[in-house]
């Protein structure tokens, strides 16, 4: 997704254009940050907690995700805004940018 929208900065002018790609692209990210927001939701529920932890997690909402990645660091001192990296991808964070990451996650466009 990265490429594509290097690609689209560099190849599309007109500006109607582009903010219908990136409002596509934001609804996909949005779409699997949602579904890697379930999983992760799923596979923590299986680990041993206090029933006030886990009624906490089970609660957790994210539409919220700056509030959420700051619960969980605090947590299971673990995010879902920043990729530590590997030998293959390299360090990446989200820009926490809270207007703009939540007005993407209420309305899922620019």
Not at 12 to 23: F, H, I, M, N, Y
Not at 82 to 90: A, K, Q, R, S, Y
Request: proline letters at 5%; aromatic letters at 8%; one cysteine or more.
């Amino acid at each position: 997704m990265l490429s594509r929208l290097e690609t689209i900065r560099n190849t599309v002018s007109d500006e109607k254009e582009r903010g219908t790609v990136w409002e596509e692209m934001t609804v996909k990210s949005v779409t699997k940050f949602e579904a890697l927001a379930t999983h992760l939701r799923r596979r923590l529920l299986c680990l041993p907690m206090t029933p006030k932890r886990r009624k906490q997690l089970e609660a957790l909402s994210f539409q919220s995700p700056l509030q959420a990645d700051k619960s969980l660091v605090e947590w299971f001192d673990i995010g879902v805004l920043e990729w530590v990296g590997n030998d293959i991808t390299p360090k990446r964070k989200v820009p926490t940018d809270a207007a703009f990451i939540t007005r993407c996650f209420k309305s899922g466009t620019f």
